[in-house]
Every structure is written in C-alpha cells, then in structure tokens.
DNA sequence: CCTAGGCCACTGGTCCGACCAGCATACTAG
DNA sequence: CTAGTATGCTGGTCGGACCAGTGGCCTAGG
C-alpha cells in the first residue's frame, strides 16, 4: 500500500448565499418541505440563517430562477414550494440546441429518432384515451386546413404532445417539444415563402391519419418508419446536401 | 365573421430584474456576447439599466444559477459569459427524478432508446480514428478489469462517448451524458451491494467487444438491438416490475 | 345574527449608502 | 531589472429605508 500522505483539499470560497441556497434545497429534495408548503418571510429567514435580508433575497432568487420556490409580493404566507416541473429542463435544453452551433441536419436527425421511437412506445402502451386525444387533435387538423397556419400548426403540436404522453416518459415529451421548437426557429422563415402551404398541410394530414392508424393497430414499427420518413420528406431539401447522409440511416434499411 | 370584441390581456406585472435577466440573457442567446467575454461592472450595469444595485445582482444571481455567467469577486474586468454547459441540464434532471416524476424506468427507456439510436446511426456514419477511440476505450476496460470499479467505469464511459461523438451529433452526446449520469446515481448504492461485480464487469466487456464489432461491420440494426437488450438485462431487475413492459416495445419484436 | 366594507400589519420589490476582501495593474524601492 | 507594494477597481455583504401589494381582521351596516 502506498503510505497515504495528508492530503489537503483546496479551499473554496462558499459565498454565504450559497449556504442558504444549499439549506433550503436540501429540505424541499429531502422531503422536510413539501409542494404546497411555504417558506418563513424574508425577513424571518434573515433572523434564521444570520444574514441580511440581500444575501436572503439572492439565494430566494437562485430557487426561484430553478423553479423551487415562487414569490409573490404581498403574500403574507410567505415564498411557494413548488412542485417539480420540466420547465428548467426545457430551457436549459433549448439553451444548448441554440448554443452548440447544432445544424439543422443534427435537429433534424434528433427528432427523427425522438418520434420515430416515440411513435414505437406509443402504438405498445397508449391508453384508449390517449387515442382518442390524437383523434381529437387530429380532427383539429383537418378543420383549421383552411384557416391560417399558426392555428394549424398549434393542433399539430397538440397531436405530437398526446403521442409524446402516450410513452408515458416525460423526457421524451420535453426533449421532442424542444427539438420541434427549435427547427421550427430553425426554418419558419424559409417554409413560410413555401410554394404551396396547403398542399404541405393537405400531406401532413393525410400522414398524420396514416401514423394514427399505424398506433391503433400497434405496429409500432411501421409507426416509426413512416413518422421518419414523412419527417425526411418534409424538411429534408432544407438540410444542406452534404449533411445529408446522417439523416439516411434512421431510414431503415 | 365574429365581431371580434375588443379583447384586454390580463396583465402581468414584470420584475425590474427579470427584465435586466432578459436583455442580458438575450444578448448571449443571439451571440452578441460569445463564451469568453465580459460583461460591464455590476455599477457600470446599474447605471446602463437605470436600476439598483441590488437589482443588477439579483439578475447576476439568476444568470450566474443558469451557468450563463460566472462572477469572482475582485475580478475588475467583469462577470464572465460561459460557454454552454450541461450542468443545468443534469441537475433539473437529477430534481425531477427525485421528485419521483422520473423513475428509473424512464430513464432506463431514454437511455435504451438513445444509445440504441446511437449505435444505429454510429455504424453507418463511424471514421476510422473514432473507431479506434473506441478500440482504445474498450482495452482501457479491459486492462482495467482487475482494478477499482471507478477506473473500469471511467474507461466504459469513455467508450460510449465515442459512440456518441461518432454520430456526429452533440444533442446526442449531452443527452447521453446526462442520462447515463442519472441513472448510475439512481442505483449505485443498489449496484455496489451485487454479489459479483467482477461478473459484471466481465460479461460488461463482453458485450462492448460484440457491439463494437457490429459497429465495424456497418451492422447497425445488429448493434442497435444488442445495446438495449445489454442495458435491459443489466438494469432490468432494479426497476419495478409494474414498469417493466414500458421497456420492451425497445427490445424488438 | 351575518355580511360588505375598509383598515392595517406584513409581505416582497426596489433603492440607497456603506464597508470589506480580493484581484490585476501600475508604480516604486531595492 | 526585479520584487514588492500601493492603488483603484471588482464583487460580497450589510443595514436601513420606502413603496405597492396582499390577506385577514375588525367594524359598521344590514
């Protein structure tokens, strides 16, 4: 065995806020405080934690920017526990797609895998409510084809957030919902100059009815390959030809 | 046509703060402020914005929570824009599997559904230098078998790094990352009490030298499934069994 | 008795001014 | 020319102050 000599740690500056931050944190991960629960005032935890009432407001800050906690002003009852929520998760996530220099071609081929495989969990453990949700979006669809695209766009994300729910995996709702936002930054200016819009939508609708039919039946499978291959067809001339490629081998064989 | 009513939307009374948070936040998203550089003085901020100081520093805290920006103390050229982390990303997923919104199951079934994909997409778009990283990373497994599991797990996780980075796609790899983190928190605790981790440790190299092989092949339906059937079988016992046919829509038919 | 109304104590949001310790640079003494 | 210090900034923390809300209490009117 080595002869373990002492070891020293480097020495950390933990600001005070940091402290507080950490304390409250830990009694809403524990379970000490639960959703629902408020926190003392400001200016009780102040007397508590032994700081002033800044430091207490910057780590109230910190909670509340992690969706922990929520003020409001005037409530006597004090700062919210919060229940847990994706919303960070969401911001985070769309933070990083912005940042990473990702290519439409890597959204691209993100969310083909996303849905496709969504689409396979999907057709297996989908309640007949769940069904009948997708129907329900479906035919939202079908009646706002005349109407202006945001309308029809909205019951299109409505249809894919039922799926996504289907799987019964909230990180696939949050990562799809996500990726969908994103390529639609991506190329809303683009598709808006479209040729021809509703004949866009008319083939959306008639894959959408098709996939639909796929899940009720429970071919999953089929369900993934169509969903790719629809999602390929869609966007694929707006990925530049090189990147191509990387969209092929979701594709299948 | 209805007679559209004059419509009021409710208001909402906007934070000093949040709107100092927004602009800078903005600033960053849209690339004004690349990774790197520095932000003014919380002074010189206060007076840019027409606010407190405390005001500044409570937008600064937010920021800082959401690793956009790093302060030190002293520093006299200003709080620091980061690069994208993924550090957010892991902790809001770490709460929400806490919070029991996400079990294990859940992110058994991402991870499944991701390194799958993964794989899939690895063996058809995989350059000889990734595929020797990946060559590397399983001899460092190997060589490694004997030792501490920290080492042996250190070198598997490089090996699927390379997996990852062989897609080309980073969403793929930080998503990987983050998932993989999660779940051996989840149930390291669990994993540590097995009865034989060397067992573990050599049919986990077993597995890695198949799957690379199908990987060199350009088999990627092959790797694909072997992937999740591995981390089925590895993982499996340690989710509810309730749970468990939310994974088996993955193992194929 | 009960209820509608206003009152009030307290909340969080914002501002101000002050002090401290830390950092990078410029300057100074050797 | 170098080593060390002085300096002027930085962010971290503190205390006190004022304001606009909120919700419960208390009262006047039924």
Redesign the pocket.
């Known amino acids: 065995m080595d002869p373990e000599p002492v070891r020293f740690e480097p020495v950390t ?7 507080v931050v950490e304390q409250i944190e830990q009694a809403v991960l524990s379970g000490r405080l639960s959703p629902g629960e ?9 007397a508590q ?10 780590a ?2 910190v909670l ?1 920017a992690g969706e922990v906690i929520r ?9 919210e526990v919060l229940p847990a929520s994706t919303a960070v998760l969401q911001k985070s996530m769309h933070r990083l797609a912005r940042a990473e220099e990702l290519g439409l071609a890597q959204l691209l081929q993100f969310r083909m895998l996303l849905e496709g495989s969504a689409y396979l969990l999907a057709a297996r453990l989908r309640t007949e409510e769940q069904l009948a949700q997708m129907d329900a979006a479906l035919a939202e669809m079908r009646a706002q084809l005349g109407r202006g695209d945001s309308e029809f766009s909205r019951a299109d994300v409505a249809f894919h957030d039922a799926v996504a729910r289907a799987t019964q995996n909230p990180l696939l709702v949050v990562c799809g919902e996500v990726v969908r936002g994103v390529v639609l930054e991506l190329i809303e200016d683009k598709l808006a100059h479209a040729a021809d819009r509703r004949a866009l939508m008319r083939k959306s609708v008639a894959h959408h009815i098709e996939v639909l039919r796929a899940v009720r039946d429970g071919e999953g499978e089929r369900a993934c390959r169509l969903a790719r291959h629809a999602l390929y067809d869609y966007y694929a001339e707006y990925v530049p030809e090189a990147e191509r490629a990387m969209l092929h081998p979701l594709l299948g064989s």
Not at 38 to 46: I, K, T
Not at 49 to 58: A, D, L, P
């Open positions: 500056t933990v600001r005070a806020y940091e402290r408020r926190l003392p005032s400001e200016r009780e935890l102040m934690f032994g700081v002033s009432r800044s430091t207490v407001r910057e109230l800050r509340q003020s409001r002003a005037g409530d006597p009852r004090g700062p």
